[in-house]
């Protein structure tokens, strides 16, 4: 399942509690920003973590700025950390190369 098209965080949890009480692997999947990714991340997790997590091999810029933290996997396995939330400070500072005006695009 995919966290932005399967009911967000509650939406995706429910499928892998349902996965798990079935025996099966929950492997959810995330092809977009950081953000979404670290929440997909957490709720595989908190459903028992033994299943994969696919994610784009693209490049992205904004998913590395934001996901930096993680870029040092031992074992193809993620260190999600222990700070609140989804686990990262505020990224807007890192991230203002990519704010645009949004008046620039009037016509």
């Known amino acids: 399942p995919d966290i932005g098209k399967w009911g967000g965080v509650d939406g995706c ?9 079935a025996g099966k692997s929950y492997c959810p999947h995330w092809l977009s920003g950081g953000i979404g990714l670290l929440h ?17 091999s693209n490049p992205n810029p904004l998913r590395t700025m934001i996901t930096e933290h993680l870029q040092d996997l031992e074992d193809s396995h993620l ?6 939330g989804i686990g990262i400070e505020n990224p807007l500072e890192k991230l203002t190369e990519y704010i645009l005006d949004h008046q620039s695009f009037s016509s």
């Open 13 to 21: 949890f429910a499928i892998a509690k349902k996965a798990t009480a």
């Open 40 to 56: 997909s991340a957490h709720v595989l997790s908190a459903a028992d973590g033994k299943g994969l997590l696919e994610i784009d």
């Open 79 to 84: 260190q999600l950390g222990t700070k609140p």
